[in-house]
T-cell receptor, first 115, second 114 residues
């Protein structure tokens, strides 16, 4: 299957700072990317959908000013957690899909810990 | 909300077939059934998908009932490395664009035992 890479795999940051997570599609052009969050022992929760060159569409209850998503190219999307707090500590996962393909491929996830 | 129902957990003996059921009684005619799995602390891995015909690939087989209200994922010879959470997802097509977002339910935790 296609390869989606996230960076970093894990990050620890201080409360109040911002953290950027990158998601890259390595061998295909991702017209659509998705960002998920997963708390321990829970399922993945969709945060937002982004199409290349367009503003992201956020799911209900997700603060767009806190979770900034940029999808400026067909191979890169970034999620910036602004003014992070301990409750933002979670496993963040991106997914990418090409317009012509029906399946989406996932990155390996980023473990964010806010202290 | 997720549109599928799966048992929360299942056990399977190593080397035997693992049959994971999924109910999706409200599926629409243009929605696919997708299966993904997530091994602990990793991103989900695509397994297989189908619309109405049975599908098979190198990982698994997908059996979809004729009325499409349920399906079964079959791992023909389960190994210890198949221990994971398996998600059955009905693909949502929203708006004028085909965003194809995947909404995850709680999945089935499959434990393959020696």
């Amino acid at each position: 299957g296609a390869v989606v890479s996230q960076h970093p795999s894990w990050v620890i940051c201080k409360s109040g700072t911002s953290v950027k997570i990158e998601c890259r599609s390595l061998d295909f052009q991702a017209t659509t990317m998705f960002w998920y969050r997963q708390f321990p022992k829970q399922s993945l929760m969709l945060m937002a959908t982004s199409n290349e060159g367009s503003k992201a569409t956020y799911e209900q209850g997700v603060e767009k000013d806190k979770f900034l998503i940029n999808h400026a190219s067909l191979t890169l999307s970034t999620l910036t957690v602004t003014s992070a707090h301990p409750e933002d500590s979670s496993f963040y996962i991106c997914s990418a899909r090409h317009l012509m393909n029906t399946e989406a491929f996932f990155g390996q996830g980023t473990r964010l810990t806010v202290v | 909300d997720a549109k599928t129902t799966q048992p929360p957990s299942m056990d399977c003996a190593e080397g035997r077939a693992a049959n994971l059921p999924c109910n999706h009684s409200t599926i629409s005619g243009n929605e696919y059934v997708y299966w993904y799995r997530q091994i602990h602390s990793q991103g989900p891995q695509y397994i297989i998908h189908g619309l109405k015909n049975n599908e098979t690939n190198e990982m698994a087989s997908l059996i979809i009932t004729e009325d499409r209200k349920s399906s079964t994922l079959i791992l023909p010879h389960a190994t210890l490395r198949d221990t994971a959470v398996y998600y059955c997802i009905v693909r949502v097509i929203t708006g004028s664009g085909n965003t194809g977002k995947l909404i995850f339910g709680q999945g089935t935790t499959l434990q393959v035992k020696p």
